[in-house]
T-cell receptor, first 116, second 114 residues
Framework: EAGVVQSPRYKIIEKKQPVAFWCNPI?????LYWYLQNLGQGPELLIR????????DSQLPKDRFSAERLKGVDSTLKIQPAELGDSAVYLC??????????????FGPGTRLTVT | QKEVEQNSGPLSVPEGAIASLNCTYS??????FFWYRQYSGKSPELIMF????GDKEDGRFTAQLNKASQYVSLLIRDSQPSDSATYLC??????????????FGSGTRLSIRP
């Protein structure tokens, strides 16, 4: 079974430039998460999808971040414009939606973003 | 007060000994609890989950949950150098999918010395 796929793995951009990350979850996983992880910290949720619906985007900085999951499968996270403080690893994860299994998450390899 | 607290470590344990990792959480309504292992430069990997009070064993790993004390722990028996990693505690503050909110701790860095 294929795991969660993310691209790109690394991205270096100048501040004020746009950047986009792509994620394809495990087949059959209706719940998809985007997290941000800084060095020495745990993942911090940016947005959670149940199928196409964003059910928790309370931590997403909506002035510069946007996300979509149009067909309920793969998803894109965008930052425009990027700031120096956005440098971090962006993780995508997926899980089944059924009850308590929603916490059993499978992570992709992440995208390491460096903003210069 | 952080919602999920872990000692950042590093916790140094000799090879073959028992490593004990602890986690406390603030939301008394939390229903399910997870331990993830994260190697340096890699993404988190789920290793254990526990939903009921008591112990749950899986190979060399034992998760322990005490909801009254709002405390969850992970024991690693016969520690191996390959267990050296950061261990993240995660708490699900809701039960049903629509209400779930997964909060991660900052992780405890474990080092197994030969």
């Amino acid at each position: 079974e294929a795991g969660v796929v993310q691209s790109p793995r690394y991205k270096i951009i100048e501040k004020k430039q746009p950047v986009a990350f792509w994620c394809n979850p495990i087949s059959g996983h209706n719940t998809l998460y985007w997290y941000l992880q800084n060095l020495g910290q745990g993942p911090e949720l940016l947005i959670r999808y149940e199928n196409e619906e964003a059910v928790d985007d309370s931590q997403l900085p909506k002035d510069r971040f946007s996300a979509e999951r149009l067909k309920g499968v793969d998803s894109t996270l965008k930052i425009q414009p990027a700031e120096l403080g956005d440098s971090a690893v962006y993780l995508c994860a997926s899980s089944l939606s059924a009850g308590d299994r929603v916490g059993e998450q499978y992570f992709g390899p992440g995208t390491r973003l460096t903003v210069t | 007060q952080k919602e999920v607290e872990q000692n950042s470590g590093p916790l140094s344990v000799p090879e073959g000994a028992i490593a004990s990792l602890n986690c406390t959480y603030s939301d008394r309504g939390s229903q399910s609890f997870f331990w993830y292992r994260q190697y340096s430069g890699k993404s988190p990997e789920l290793i254990m989950f526990i939903y009921s009070n008591g112990d749950k064993e899986d190979g060399r790993f034992t998760a322990q949950l005490n909801k009254a004390s709002q405390y969850v722990s992970l024991l690693i028996r016969d520690s191996q150098p390959s267990d050296s990693a950061t261990y993240l505690c995660a708490v699900n503050q809701g039960w049903y999918s629509s209400a779930s909110k997964i909060i991660f701790g900052s992780g405890t860095r474990l080092s197994i010395r030969p």
